[in-house]
């Protein structure tokens, strides 16, 4: 049927309206892209051109290298090596999994340990490396690099890595670095992001730990230029980050070897202390461990065996272990009874080898008593009936006001880990502490450093240069930082009697140089360097009243932690002291048998920096004493790793 015209013009008006509704659309719409496209080209042009270079440039932070330790004169305790590793980063490997089985055909890894980068990697940012190998071959590197295009994500690097290279000499005082844990990142609320960096080594103990944030230093940047598939292709820029500060300690090193050395075999700790500045010039714990152990990776079997041996090689025993100070004690009794006046200088106490208080005897260590003591016998003796009597008199809580100002029952501030603050009871600690009344049996064994009495071998050396010097020297075991003198810590007299405190001292000069002092066979016969000391034997164990009708038993028939521990302390030269020293050995038994003669050898080692002239030994003892110096110096001759090895062979 044909249209007509007016149907015709009618269509062709709507054709039109359409057209011009589509037409407008449309340059609306190419409009709209063309300032969009102007918006974006230029003014979007910076913001677009940086995101481009992101994709196309990357920035990496450069661990800075770990501060080194030293010892006093410069010889180096820690530092860093060269370390080849290998990394993993999820975001650019696609598959890791398939990435890892390839890698092992190159640089063997255990299914174990793909499990534990695998199960890291999900803990972690998909950007973050992963540790997969480390402390690989040069060979293995370059191997590696030359595979990098079937190995996506993967990247060798070359790192720092602390290595200690007097291995066992310093375990327990510079302690051990490893890589940043969960547990690590966990205590922290801010982590500084180095520490996200693959393997990145922190402190872990010692003065490592404690200094961390002086050692670690400050990171720095890298700006790579990566293709496609994320491979580096040049380096754009780079800004080195500051390397952490270099520590020097007081301690010297041979004598902290030697101290290792003659203690070896024994579970013991010794401090050195110098009184006029505080510095501690050695402060061994044997038996030892290899510090660089724990930076490779410690084996379970090797950490069982460390944990399991009844020496306890992994405690750092002069700052964290406590013991009964036994008589060593006495002349803190022995002061605040002077101080206060209780007691005069030679007043006399008959010791008949026990004393009765209250339907109880307290027994002296010499059972058929040491007959009338004055004040320096008792130390010259060490009559415990006497301290007995006197701790009587002046109460606990004079003793304990004075064992405190001797630095006793206080935590030394050094860095080192879990430093002990000891213990000094007086009537409140016990009422708060154990809910209980002081009684005159507590102030009994108090007097003579037993009972609740607890002190470390470190304490006991401030105690000892403070007797020394009657001033309140403290222990300092850094002496500069990048070269920087720190400050020596002594607040200056104790405000002791001058005359108190040189009766103290006679005794203690006659227990090792008089006939009947309990360390005779200890002193030193050089003239000049004579030494002062006090024996101490601390019991671990209740002797029943049983035991004691039919005799005591020896300790030597005793099983090993059953028997006494044996303890000393001294300073040389009486005359004017320049050094003191403790010893604490572990179930020792007799402190005048077993510690003195090792504190003695120390001391001597310490005047004459190194090994002492045979003239100073007493000449009945000089082929023993040869003996035994040539034991050590073969002891010494070996590499720092391997000197103790095997705790049964440091005998």
Known sequence: MKRSPIDTEKSARGITRRGLFLGGLQVSFAALLVGRMRFMQVDQTEEYRTLAEENRIKFQLIPPARGMIHDRNGKLIAGNEQNYRIVLVREDAGDPAKVLKRLRKIVWIEDEEIARILSEMKRRSSFV??????????????EVAINAPVLPGITPEVGLSRIYPRASDFAHVVGYVGPVSDYDLGKLEDPDPLL???????????????????????????????????????????????????IQLTIDADLQAYVQARMAGESAAAVVMDTQTGDILAIGSTPSFDPNKFVRGISGPDYKALLDDPYRPLAAKPAQGTYPPGSTFKMMTALAALEEGVIGVDEIVKCIGYIEVRNRRFHCWKRAGHGKVDLVKGLRESCDVYYYEIAQRVGIDKIAAMARRFGLGEQPDLPLSAVADGLIPDKAWKREARGAEWVIGDSLNAGIGQGFVL??????????????????????????????????LNDGPLGIGQANL???????????????????????????????????????RNITKAERARGVTRNEDLPW?????ALFVCYAPAEAPRYAVSVVVEHGGGGSTVAAPIARDILLQTIYEGEPPIEA???????????RQREIEELLSRPPAERFADRNDQA
């Open 196 to 246: 996200q960096i693959p393997r990145f080594q922190i402190g872990k103990s010692g003065v490592e730990a404690k200094l961390e944030l002086s050692l670690r230093g400050s990171a720095g940047t890298r700006e790579v230029e990566v293709n496609a598939v994320g491979r580096e292709m040049r380096e754009l820029g780079r800004e080195d980050g500051q390397a952490g500060d270099n």
């Open 617 to 627: 030994y007493p000449s009945s003892q000089r082929g023993t004493i040869r003996s």
């Open 561 to 565: 932690n059953r028997r006494d521990h």
């Open 502 to 540: 040189e009766i103290v001292r006679q005794g203690m000069y006659e227990v090792v140089n008089a006939k009947r002092g309990t360390a005779g066979r200890s002193r030193i016969v050089a003239e000049g360097l004579r030494m002062s000391g006090k024996t101490g034997t601390s019991q671990v």
């Open 129 to 142: 490396p992963v540790t997969v190998a480390d402390r690989v071959a040069w060979e293995d590197v370059a």
């Open 455 to 488: 002190t470390s071998p470190l304490q006991l050396a401030v105690m000892t240069a403070r007797v020394a010097t009657g001033q309140a020297i403290s222990a300092r075991l850094v002496r500069a930082i990048n070269g920087v003198e720190q400050p020596i």
